[in-house]
């Protein structure tokens, strides 16, 4: 745990690290000396020695103050020291997921680094308020005991016998609430999963007259969610009973001890009733050990999760980057697989794209015609072969510059909940009112704002929600034509469109493809049959290129694809 503190750079000034831990020891020890001063104290006043009791006055006092500053300066000092780490763990996990490749957000971890991003850095500086928890909980019992040894060693030595059963009963009913806990936690997040399903399925639901069935499994979710959480109720009972039991047991056996000292006449009545006061103060803190044992556990995981994405190796950028001839774009002998080394995905791949021309991209569902645009964007790094732009290989060429290079459109595109023109603006912060415009004249996206109700003004909706499949991908195309990057790598929506958004989308690609290099991967094939070059891909490797009308000629897959589409396309005229 220290060493992931360190690695996380908990330490990384370690002077206010270093007083933030001396005050709050200080602040613990003088905790426990103020137990320990009571004993002479009440000893001598519960025999009526009233003048001698004063004068344990002023040490006491001197102790209170002395823990009192050393817990303004801890207050002080911890405020200050998580405040500054939270602030340097957020710029490190800010500076860090920007260098990392883009390919490792796939499979949820975007969400991971929103998780982070939201509770997870405030979940581990909370580390930080639970040091003096804990030198609170371990210096306080262990002056109290340094005290009552000098006391009375054989007082102490009873206390001494407790603490590990104490512990070994506490580690118990720990294990016996984290168990009940762990259940109810995963009822209530599949619960909760269920709602928000629920309540999104409600369209295909009532579509398909599943109103009740779905009720049914929200149902089954809250109410097994009812059951783990009167579990849990009833399982932590019996952990938080047996704590305090052996509590109440351990402070029994010193009561025991003390009384057979008193009866015994080896210690006098006044001085017994003060040192089991102290033996009190020695045992409370265990009770306290337990809640900070879960916090730290909790703690820990968030600081695992941290490190692990801040461990994570960004793409390396290139000791002298090379500067690209032109926009053209070339696979050689690509061997590529998710995750590195694993089976392949594309193999010996050869594709080339002279500049400025545009390249369609067909094939089966899963041929690999996605990561081929990923490869070329460098969201990851080729296994054998390379990946060359106006001839350098993209390994060769700086990452700012790369991405300054190519604009991607994405099939499922994600819009912000701005309106169009702000999600056009993402493509170039730095992009004048006209410039917006234009790109979105040229986009077709002007006819968009105007069926909206509060036209360009209106929002979009979280992900772009109040458009459709071909208006947000529109958009993302206005965006691409504000970037002006001369490499597009556009992946055609797959949403079914109708005519006029189709004729719209098409309008918007020819703009695109205007003077750039533009490689489409091509869900309908209607839409690339005038493509310079179509590569259609198969299992991982270029089965065929060439255009339209070399490749229906050819009779191949290309030729068997459109005869599909023409077949599919006269079965919809059918039976309309
Ligand atoms: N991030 C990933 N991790 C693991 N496997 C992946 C990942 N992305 C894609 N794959 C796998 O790689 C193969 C090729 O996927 P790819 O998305 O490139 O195909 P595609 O031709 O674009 O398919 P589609 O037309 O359905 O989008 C598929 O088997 C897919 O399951």
């Not at 398909?208 to 097994?224: H, I, T, V, W, Y």
Request: include cysteine.
């Amino acid at each position: 745990m220290i060493a992931l503190l360190h690695r996380l750079g908990l330490g990384a000034d370690p002077r206010p690290l270093a007083r933030y831990l001396v005050s709050a020891a200080v602040y613990a020890i003088s905790a426990g000396t103020a137990f320990g001063l009571l004993v002479p104290l009440l000893s001598t006043l519960l025999a009526g020695h009233t003048g001698t009791a004063a004068r344990w006055l002023l040490p006491l006092a001197g102790t209170v103050l002395v823990g009192w500053v050393a817990h303004y300066e801890q207050e002080v000092r911890v405020l200050a020291l998580a405040s500054a780490w939270r602030r340097r763990l957020y710029q490190r996990l800010g500076t860090h997921v920007v260098r990392l490749p883009l390919g490792w957000f796939d499979g949820g971890r975007a969400a991971q680094v929103e998780q982070l991003f939201g509770g997870g850095v405030e979940t581990a500086v909370r580390t930080v308020h639970l040091v003096q928890a804990l030198l609170g909980a371990l210096l306080t019992p262990a002056t109290v005991f340094l005290f009552l040894l000098c006391y009375d060693p054989r007082l102490a030595l009873t206390v001494l016998v407790t603490v590990p059963v104490v512990l070994a009963v506490f580690v118990l009913a720990r294990r016996i609430t984290d168990r009940t806990e762990a259940a109810h936690h995963a009822a209530t997040r599949q619960a909760s999963d269920r709602l928000v399903e629920f309540a999104g399925a409600q369209p295909v639901l009532r579509a398909n007259g599943r109103g009740a069935g779905g009720r049914a499994l929200l149902r089954d979710a809250l109410q097994d969610q009812y059951r783990t959480a009167r579990r849990q109720v009833f399982g932590a009972l019996p952990g938080e009973h047996l704590g305090q039991l052996a509590i109440q047991l351990a402070f029994t056996a010193v009561l025991v001890v003390g009384l057979l000292l008193a009866t015994g006449g080896r210690v006098d009545a006044p001085r017994i009733v003060a040192l089991l006061v102290l033996g009190v103060h020695f045992l409370r803190p265990f009770a306290d050990l337990a809640g900070i044992a879960g916090g730290i556990r909790a703690c820990r995981a968030a600081l695992v999760r941290l490190d692990a994405v801040l461990r994570t190796e960004p793409l390396p950028e290139p000791a002298a980057p090379r500067s690209h001839a032109d926009a053209s774009i070339e696979l050689s002998g690509v061997d590529f697989g998710y995750p590195p080394g694993s089976p392949k995905v594309l193999t010996g791949l050869d594709l080339v794209i002279p500049a400025g021309t545009t390249t369609a991209l067909v094939g089966p569902s899963g041929a690999g015609k996605t990561t081929v645009t990923k490869l070329i964007a460098r969201f990851f790094d080729v296994d054998r072969g390379a990946v060359r732009i106006g001839g350098v290989d993209v390994r060769d060429i700086a990452g700012a510059r790369l991405a300054e290079l190519v604009s991607v459109v994405f099939q499922d595109v994600h819009l912000f909940d701005g309106t169009i023109e702000d999600n056009i603006r993402v493509g170039n912060p730095d992009a004048t009112d006209e410039q917006i415009r234009q790109a979105a004249r040229r986009a077709q996206v002007e006819s968009i704002a105007a069926r909206l109700p509060g036209g360009w003004a209106s929002r979009v909706g979280a992900g772009g929600g109040l458009l459709s499949g071909g208006e947000r991908q529109r958009v993302a195309i206005a965006r691409a034509l504000v970037k002006d990057a001369p490499i597009v790598l556009l992946d055609e929506a797959t949403s079914a469109l109708d005519a006029e958004n189709e004729a719209a989308v098409h309008a918007a690609l020819a703009e695109l493809a205007r003077g750039r290099t533009l490689l489409v991967i091509a869900h309908r094939l209607d839409t690339i049959t005038g493509a310079a070059s179509i590569a259609v891909l198969d299992g991982g490797r270029l089965v065929e290129q060439g255009t339209h009308a070399e490749l229906v000629a050819a009779g191949g897959r290309y030729a068997a694809l459109w005869a599909e589409r023409e077949c599919a396309q006269g079965w919809r005229l059918a039976a309309h």
